[in-house]
């Protein structure tokens, strides 16, 4: 797995991640989330509400990876959303989904 599924469950451990539609939707709507990852096999409808939600709150997203590897990188069950809280967390996750894309090019 790539590192940044190393750095997702890096920010489990430090309770900076919040997993799941439901925790990932009110982490938004109240502010706290700062980076929202969306898996490329989520559904469409699940990619729909949350790019959408995300925009109107001004949270940036990211389709990445699958909903398998989220949940083995946090060591809960398949996941389809991930958000990240912290300000750190969630720069050093987004230069590294912008490499690892990069490097699949």
Known sequence: MSKVYNYLGLARRA???VSGEGAA?????RGQVLLLLIAEDA???TYRKFSSLAQNHNVSFLVYGEK??????IG???RAVLGVTDRNFANVIREQVKGSVQEKN
């Open 43 to 45: 559904s469409a409808n």
């Open 25 to 29: 939707e009110s982490g938004v709507r």
């Open 68 to 73: 398998d590897h989220f949940g083995q990188a």
């Open 76 to 78: 809960q069950s398949p």
């Open 15 to 17: 309770g900076k991640i």
